[in-house]
């Protein structure tokens, strides 16, 4: 069986060694056999995995949620409603987020359209807003 060097394993996967060692330890990857010298020997299909969580972040998963996807994967009795709740769980999480992004955005443009960028910054509303305390 072919195994991979971890900088080799990084390189196959778009990332550095160290977010290789940082998946180790959060469980994400299995740790990998070592050979006498200590170093690490990943099987091949370690590269496949490493792609797997890249495009899973990508696409807005946590490490935690990862984590499951990944357990999901690998169990047998796993169904494709198993895997398409995570997705719709992680749909949700994005349209509030969006929902707060937009409040964010709308908050903001009040701010700057009270203020005529001009002056001294003492009387700036944008930075009133910012030291009013909440009610």
């Known amino acids: 069986m072919k195994t991979l060097s971890i900088s080799r394993l990084a390189q196959q996967?778009?990332?550095?060694?160290?977010?290789i060692r940082y998946y180790e330890r959060e469980g994400l990857l299995p740790r990998p056999p070592r050979t006498p010298a200590g170093?690490?020997?990943?099987?091949?299909?370690a590269a496949r995995r490493l792609?797997?969580?890249?495009?899973?972040?990508?696409?807005?998963?946590s490490l935690h949620e990862i984590r499951e996807l990944l357990?999901?994967?690998?169990?047998p009795s796993a169904k494709?409603?198993?895997?398409?709740?995570?997705?719709e769980g992680k749909i949700s999480d994005i349209e509030q987020k969006i929902?707060?992004?937009e409040a964010m955005k709308k908050s903001l443009l009040?701010?700057?359209e009270r203020c005529d960028g001009r002056g001294s910054l003492a009387a700036c509303p944008i930075i009133e807003s910012l030291d009013e305390s909440p009610e």
């Not at 792609?51 to 998963?61: D, N, P, T, V």
């Open 13 to 19: 996967g778009g990332v550095n060694v160290e977010t």
């Open 51 to 61: 792609r797997f969580i890249k495009r899973a972040q990508e696409l807005g998963f």
């Open 71 to 75: 357990s999901l994967r690998m169990k």
């Open 110 to 112: 009040g701010l700057t």
């Open 99 to 101: 929902r707060t992004l």
């Open 80 to 87: 494709r409603a198993d895997m398409r709740a995570l997705a």
């Open 39 to 45: 170093y690490r020997r990943f099987p091949s299909e």
